[in-house]
């Protein structure tokens, strides 16, 4: 097989699987550790992977970031189902974070009669919440991201250094062995900061967003204590939470 026939075939593995190691090229395509290795210097030289410790992944770029309101119209029934996941575990008179992903918007959205604090720098989800008479909300002021619907800068950070909650809901364009990313620098700062700040750290990501890195990473994998996702990730991810000791809660069914 000649090399652009194996990039083609490393690329069209990628784009089902997301990543990609060295060895499973070798068994893919029949050749050695160096040939798959000169493979992916030659697809990092064309810019069509990111070569990571042992293999590679799909650029950012191959990531579509939609404005807010779009991606809420493609809230899909896994989003809702982690969601729903996160929001029981929130108990009576926590003190919570919510940040402005739209998965941390499906567990705003289905709370509940549940009397606590909500901390949150996302104008949607203060407006969600705002009917349930259950709930104190304080919407961290600051700059207004007017694309993705969130509040940020110096103002936010500052004003989340003064809060000291039970748990923060965190979402991801990405969460690999690079950590937790981001598209945008401005939320990134705003969620390390949120992370800081709670005794628990728990991130909400659908299938899709594991073994993907972003543009800006605001944590690693170290920071958090628990991914709520919708399905079982692959062994090697699932090794690399249990490293890092993060527990792992795949919708029905339960805590690994």
Do not use: W
């Not at 992916?40 to 030289?45: I, N, T, Y």
């Not at 005794?199 to 967003?209: G, M, N």
Request: charged residues 25%; contains cysteine; negative net charge.
């Amino acid at each position: 097989m000649y090399q652009e026939e194996r990039l083609i075939a490393i690329l069209d593995y990628l784009k089902e699987h997301k990543r990609i190691s060295i060895e499973q090229i070798c068994s893919l395509l029949d050749v050695s550790r160096d040939t798959a290795r000169r493979d992916l210097v030659r697809l990092e030289e064309e810019q069509s992977v990111i070569r990571t410790r042992g293999g590679a992944i799909l650029p950012t770029a191959h990531l579509e970031i939609k404005d807010y309101s779009n991606r809420l119209q493609t809230v899909s029934n896994e989003k809702k189902l982690i969601g729903k996941m996160a929001s029981t575990l929130v108990n009576h008179t926590d003190s919570i974070i919510l940040d402005a992903s739209t998965t941390v918007q499906a567990c705003a959205e289905q709370l509940g009669n549940v009397p606590c604090t909500v901390i949150t720098n996302s104008i949607n989800q203060a407006d969600i919440l705002s009917v349930n008479s259950k709930v104190n909300i304080h919407l961290l002021g600051g700059e207004l991201h007017k694309e993705h619907r969130f509040l940020y800068g110096t103002s936010v950070v500052e004003k989340l250094s003064h809060f000291y909650v039970d748990t923060a809901f965190i979402g991801v364009v990405g969460i690999s062995e690079s950590g937790l990313t981001i598209a945008h620098e401005e939320d990134g700062q705003v969620k390390r900061k949120m992370i800081s700040q709670a005794k628990q750290v728990i991130v909400l990501a659908d299938h899709t967003k594991i073994g993907v890195t972003g543009f800006y990473r605001f944590a690693e994998l170290k920071d958090i204590d628990l991914l709520i996702t919708d399905q079982t990730p692959d062994s090697a991810f699932v090794k690399l939470l249990h490293e890092h000791h993060v527990e792992l809660l795949v919708t029905d069914k339960g805590v690994k």
